[in-house]
């Protein structure tokens, strides 16, 4: 009797956490909506074609990339990684900053920018075997940075759909930067909202730490220009920082600044920043974006392309 008591009390207490459970995902779903109020959570067919035009539904293949910009030129190509920045979301084909830059320099243009990326997709890349292989020369790699970037290297959680997106970084106990491989089990939990709404607060209390040298980020982007330095000797890193807040999460544009200047001089690393650039302070103060009010609009990139390509001598 007493085997049969527990053994019901037990399973009573799973059904009991089970429920809990999925009423706590529900909330933590509620609540993370809210706090990303800016990405339009209505997946209808017309929400996703605006958002996402190459895809009206979730799956693997969701997030595709924006075509190759070929050109017929003897120039060598340019490599853009980044987030739905660099991407172009909200942007038809010609209005993106891959298609204006390649038509501007004459030069063929990969656009590696996919929604949710940041410095992680950008190394995870860069390590890949078939990367070299579909782009075995360039001469720039142009890196897209958005303040929100250091920010997703703080958090393990499966905030995105696409496989590039769930690589995440760590630095080991001795200091080496590693990719934390996901079994099953950590995948699913790490892909519940419980989860995603933890570390997202977690990464953003890791923001607002203004004495904060943010060694993850700074480490997966060192690694990056390692390995273009190692797979590509003769080509060129570059970042370009996209400033359209006064601060973000804490971090303020002088910080922001300090810190990139710091570890651009350490690693020999071109920097650009688009508040020096000539619609620098209108971007910042809110002008210039695309239709959905969040992303870089084709007018931003039809004046900046130009001022790119001078610095760089494209």
């Known amino acids: 009797m007493k085997l049969k008591r527990f053994i019901k009390i037990f399973f009573v207490n799973i059904v009991l956490l089970a429920i809990f459970f999925f009423i706590y995902e529900i909330i933590s779903v509620s609540i993370l909506c809210k706090l990303w109020s800016y990405i339009d959570v209505d997946l209808s067919k017309e929400k996703l074609s605006y958002f996402f035009p190459l895809k009206e539904k979730i799956n693997e293949d969701f997030y595709e990339f924006r075509p190759v910009e070929y050109k017929n030129s003897k120039k060598l190509p340019i490599v853009i990684f980044g987030c739905s920045y660099a991407y172009g979301i909200s942007l038809e084909e010609n209005e993106t900053l891959s298609y204006q830059l390649s038509n501007?320099?004459?030069?063929?243009?990969?656009?590696?920018?996919?929604a949710g990326g940041g410095a992680g997709s950008m190394l995870y890349f860069l390590q890949n075997p078939e990367f070299k292989k579909e782009i075995p020369n360039a001469e720039y790699f142009i890196y897209v940075y958005m303040p929100d970037h250091i920010r997703r290297v703080y958090t393990n959680s499966i905030e995105w759909f696409h496989k590039y997106l769930r690589v995440s970084y760590y630095i080991s106990h001795n200091g080496e930067l590693k990719e934390l491989k996901l079994n099953k089990l950590k995948y699913l939990i790490f892909s519940t909202a419980t989860y995603r709404l933890f570390s997202y607060i977690y990464?953003?209390?890791?923001?607002?730490?203004?004495?904060?040298?943010?060694?993850?980020?700074f480490r997966i982007l060192e690694e990056s220009n390692n390995v273009i330095k190692k797979e590509y000797p003769n080509s060129k890193f570059v970042i370009l920082v996209y400033d359209n807040y006064n601060k973000f999460f804490g971090l303020t544009l002088d910080r922001e600044e300090?810190?990139?200047?710091?570890?651009?001089?350490?690693?020999?690393?071109?920097?650009?920043?688009?508040?020096?650039?000539?619609?620098?302070?209108?971007?910042?103060?809110?002008?210039?974006?695309?239709?959905?009010?969040?992303?870089?609009?084709?007018?931003?990139?039809?004046?900046?392309?130009?001022?790119?390509?001078?610095?760089?001598?494209?």
């Open 203 to 217: 990464s953003n209390k890791y923001m607002y730490d203004a004495q904060n040298e943010y060694n993850l980020f």
């Open 258 to 314: 300090e810190l990139f200047n710091k570890f651009a001089k350490e690693n020999n690393i071109k920097l650009l920043y688009t508040k020096n650039m000539s619609i620098g302070k209108e971007i910042i103060d809110g002008k210039y974006y695309a239709p959905d009010k969040t992303h870089p609009g084709k007018e931003a990139w039809k004046i900046l392309v130009p001022e790119i390509s001078k610095e760089l001598n494209l």
């Open 104 to 114: 501007y320099t004459n030069r063929t243009v990969y656009n590696k920018g996919i």
